[in-house]
């Protein structure tokens, strides 16, 4: 019942940086925290980074961290990923995902309900 666009997506070079946003939209007021995953040609969709809605603690994983912050609006249903220091392996579709309580589990997909259509991230060397 929630709905999720991502925008922002392009080709970057090596070292870049790019940021995602994702507008929600419906029943936001049921979101516990969302999250940002991405898949590469013929690789396992993978996690990237999750956020706790209300308070604001983040999740990241050991790929990404340093390089990329995630973050929210609560105002706005807006989320966002601002990515630096981009690799050549970030190369992949990255999807916004809203999920409800994981507990500690937040980085498997199967405790996010809603997803976006995808955003196509491209890093060249």
């Known amino acids: 019942q929630v709905q999720l666009v991502e925008s922002g997506g392009g080709l970057v070079q090596a070292g870049g940086s790019l940021k995602l946003s994702c507008a929600a939209s419906g029943r936001t007021f049921s979101i516990y925290g969302m999250g940002w995953f991405r898949q590469a040609p013929e690789k396992e969709r993978e996690f990237v980074a999750n956020?706790?809605?209300?308070?604001?603690?983040?999740w990241y994983a050991d790929s990404v961290k340093g390089r990329f912050t995630i973050s929210r609006d609560k105002a706005n249903n807006t989320l966002y990923l601002q990515m630096n220091s981009l690799k050549p392996e970030d190369t992949a579709v990255y999807y916004c995902?809203?999920?409800?309580?994981?507990?500690?589990?937040?980085?498997?997909?199967?405790?996010?309900?809603?997803w976006g259509q995808g955003t196509q991230v491209t890093v060249s060397s």
């Open positions: 995902a809203a999920g409800r309580n994981w507990g500690r589990a937040g980085s498997d997909p199967s405790k996010f309900g809603s």
């Open positions: 956020i706790w809605w209300s308070g604001g603690s983040t």
